[in-house]
């Protein structure tokens, strides 16, 4: 933060002689820091004996286990009757598990994720959604209504909250270890502090969270220190308004979580940026003005260079020009005296190229001779080439034939085969058709004979036994009690029943 203007000359004296007696009268930030950081739950925790420590621990794991086995127990009993009573069935020996279960696994995995710093209070929440569902379901279990006999009802609650009691335990000391592995522990304000002094405590306790004060003593320090501070000032210039801006900035900087030896060195910090930003800027200058030397002195370098090469350029060109002249009159004198050796040869030159063109002629004959007769070897070749690939051409359309062939005569086969499968699914459906309006004109017979059900039941199940070809142990006992809706013994009263009926010369 910029301090606007400094204080004069006389001001120091006061706010080092304040600095002095508050530090006197109240301890340091540092002080108060390091009074409360030698009283930890380490050392705390080191006094006591170790041996008692894991007691206690194994005692309270081993009794919340037991405590949650004796409510889960009551309480499976409880809610597989209620399941049984609202019609769930088979699902009722599960669902108390379920509802159980739930309750464990969703304080498990809130305690995982806390232990994790990724805390979802949803997780808790519908545990306790849950917990209070199964007291709820507990007390609904007990005969009569819940408002007459509260006790019983009391007594179905009680177990499940001594269970979520315990796991909130296992959640704090959770919560507790976490904070202390990242060094976030921070002290609670004493409940006698909030009823004696409601209004002041709320401010003291938004203080610690806002700016991260991690225990009450330190807190308690810094409002202490901050008081003597003020009373000082007064003190010394008459009026908290009239001590200078600097002298002022402990109680300006209160409300931002600094403590006094902060705000006094304010200014300082804020003159050595001053100083730290004109170093910076001066060196800053000095290696621009060094970096615009070493570019005039490189362009100079350059232009000397380039004046050097236009120089040594010169001189070169001259040198070559004059090696170039003295090279062509040298030519000259060599092209004459080979034009005079050249007029001496010409007549036997030509002699001898004419013998030269007659065997060059000769030997290219030759040559097309011998390019004529591999051109023939190579266009029979390709003739027989040609000739065997006419007869596999051949080979593979008589193939290609056949297949076809054979896809016609499989595509009827498939045919006839669908054919046959319909007519034997029209069949079936033909004699479903009929045995349904047998079953149904024996139905209507037996309305009209008004026949007791176990009679009725007796000729269904003969119907079903005659349409199994008349053998008696054709029908399992289960296929009778599933088509009846009975139990075994039932079933096979009706079995029987219906034997002496097919005896009797019953026929549908």
């Known amino acids: 933060m910029t301090i606007a203007a400094t204080p004069p000359a006389a001001a120091p004296a006061p ?16 002080s108060v820091t390091d009074a409360a950081a030698s009283v930890t739950p380490e050392a ?17 794991l081993i009794g919340g286990a037991i405590l949650a086995g004796i409510g889960f127990t009551g309480s499976y009993s409880a809610l597989q009757t209620l399941g049984q009573d609202h019609g769930l069935g088979r699902f009722s020996h ?21 232990w994790r710093r990724t805390p979802w209070p949803v997780l808790r929440l519908l545990a306790h959604v849950f917990t209070a569902a199964t007291i709820v379901f507990n007390a609904a279990a007990s005969p009569g209504p819940v408002t007459s006999d509260p006790v019983g009802a009391a007594l179905h609650g009680i177990i499940p909250i001594m269970f979520v009691a315990a796991v909130e335990a296992g959640r704090r000391l959770v919560l507790r270890i976490t904070a202390l592995e990242d060094g976030r522990v921070t002290d609670g304000i004493p409940v006698t502090r909030w009823l004696l002094s409601p209004a002041p405590t709320f401010a003291l306790w938004r203080r610690m969270r806002l700016w991260d004060v991690p225990t009450y003593a330190e807190a308690v320090m810094r409002e202490q220190a901050l008081k003597v501070y ?6 010394e210039y008459g009026s908290v308004r009239k001590a200078p801006a600097d002298v002022r900035l402990p109680l300006t900087m209160a409300p931002y979580g600094l403590t006094i030896d902060e705000a006094l060195d304010l200014p300082r910090q804020h003159e050595e940026r001053e100083r730290l930003l004109q ?43 004059g090696q170039a002249e003295t090279r062509a009159r040298a030519e000259l004198a060599a092209a004459e005296r080979t034009a005079a050796v050249e007029s001496e040869v010409i007549e036997s030159a030509t002699v001898a190229e004419a013998k030269a063109r007659r ?41 290609e034939s056949a297949l076809k062939r054979r896809a016609a005569e499989d595509e009827t086969a498939r045919a006839r085969a669908l054919q046959g499968a319909a007519e034997a699914v029209k069949r079936t459906a033909e004699a ?5 309006e047998a ?22 199940v003969a119907r079903l036994i005659l349409a199994r070809g008349g053998d008696v142990n054709a029908v399992p006992l289960d296929e009778v009690g599933e088509l009846l809706g009975l139990k075994p013994a039932t079933a096979s009263e009706r079995r029987q029943q219906a034997a002496a009926l097919i005896a009797g010369g019953y026929r549908g």
């Open 439 to 460: 079953e149904r004109a024996a139905v209507e017979a037996e309305d009209e004979a008004k026949l007791p059900m176990a009679e009725r039941a007796a000729r269904k």
């Open 15 to 30: 706010t080092a002689s304040l600095a002095s007696r508050t530090a006197s009268v109240a301890p340091s930030a540092a």
């Open 432 to 436: 479903r058709r009929q045995a349904a």
């Open 279 to 321: 170093e910076a800027q001066a060196e800053a200058e000095t290696t621009a003005r060094a970096r615009a030397a070493e570019r005039a002195a490189k362009a100079e370098i350059a232009r000397l260079k380039s004046t050097g090469a236009v120089e040594a350029a010169r001189h070169e060109v001259t040198a070559v020009t």
């Open 359 to 399: 065997e060059a002629a000769d030997r290219r004959a030759a040559e097309d001779r011998k390019a004529a007769t591999e051109a023939d070897a190579a266009a029979a070749e390709a003739e027989r080439a040609a000739t065997e690939a006419r007869r596999e051409a051949a080979e593979a359309v008589a193939r």
């Open 94 to 114: 599960a669902f108390p598990i379920g509802v159980d279960a739930g309750i464990v696994v969703l304080l498990a995995l809130d305690m995982l994720l806390v």
């Open 230 to 235: 003020r009373v000082l000032l007064e003190r």
């Open 44 to 60: 705390a925790s080191a006094q006591r004996s170790h041996t008692t420590l894991r007691a206690v621990m194994w005692l309270a």
